[in-house]
């Protein structure tokens, strides 16, 4: 199955009805997995109400943040969402944030690879010894877990865990992903050079010293898509989501490789000083270019073509960042018709 074939899609909705309809619409054109993300809602309550909403199509945290919540919280919650979706659920967990998971959520968040690692494993062994009866025990540096005396009684949704995904953006991320993850979900702002030069390798190496196959991970990566004949107006949609990301000092390095690190400095310092109109302004339609595929579709097909074919399957989501919600669900459902592969779209 060609990764055209695979597509994921955000749960997106102003409200639970919106949320509902639009990962129906996905079900119906074939969509194979929807991913709740964690910002406005809670990514696990919005799991499991799709769960309860749909019959065919994946559902999935897309990402919660790992280390606000403790392994065995992560292990049942996920066991929950798979008994109530009848074995459809995946686990996406990532790092999140320093700041937001310091100043928000009072987390320690450390050296976030190594943290993310350990969770990833204590997460999974809670889920695999759940029904044993037997003390679980994970020590590391992070954590350091003894369960005793507790067994769960309920019956799993099928013989294997769900599946863990991590989010990841720098190779060190993507190497962890490949240490101990069954997937990796691509952030929506990287070029493809970023894919070939730093992600691929960085989940690789992984792989390598893990003694992993490469068939043993599912690679996702995500492609920003703003389907517009209008092709001004589509570059501007996907200028917001990126001024946004340009706020972030972590990832200056994305914008580095391509040369366009003074655009996100100046992008950042009028966030800094409250000029909010001259955040995305700073963006310029090449940097868009790099990034983001934006435009008729025959362009946004072509740009997600040729990230199909560094992947196992596609996660595809519209600009997200300073666009009104209604505007933000008609290109959502603009991916789903196009993209679905039940929609007769690709």
Known sequence: MSALERISVAAIGNTVADLEAEALRAEAAGVECVWAPE???????????????????????????????????????ALD???????????????????????????????PAPHLKEAI??????????????????????????????????????????????????????????????????????????????????????????GRERADFDYLPTVCCVIDDDEAHALDLARRTISFYATVKTYAPVWEMHGFSDQANAAGEAFRRGDLAAVPAAISDAMVEAYCAAGPLDKVRARVEATAERADGLFLTPPTYFIAPE?????????????GPGSGGV
């Open 39 to 77: 910002l406005f809602r809670a990514a696990d309550t919005q799991a499991a109400y799709l769960a309860a909403k749909t019959t065919k199509i994946d559902v999935a945290t897309g990402i919660v943040w790992a280390f606000t919540r403790s392994p065995f919280i992560l292990a049942i919650t």
């Open 81 to 111: 969402i798979d008994e109530m979706s009848g074995g459809r659920f995946r686990l996406g967990m990532g790092a999140g944030v320093k700041r937001l998971n310091e100043t928000w959520h009072n987390a320690a968040y450390g050296r």
């Open 327 to 339: 505007e933000l669900s008609e290109h959502q459902n603009r991916i789903i018709d196009a993209f």
């Open 121 to 210: 494993e204590a997460t999974r062994l809670i889920m695999r010894q759940a029904g044993a009866g037997e003390p679980i025990r994970y020590q590391g540096k992070h954590y350091d877990i003894d369960i005793k005396g507790w067994v769960r009684p309920h019956p799993p949704a099928r013989e294997t865990p769900p599946p863990i995904y991590t989010a990841a953006v720098q190779a060190g991320m993507a190497r962890m992903a490949g240490d101990v993850a069954d997937g990796l979900i691509g952030h929506p702002i990287q070029s493809l050079r970023w894919i070939d030069e730093v992600v691929v390798p960085g989940f690789e190496e992984g792989l390598r010293r893990s």
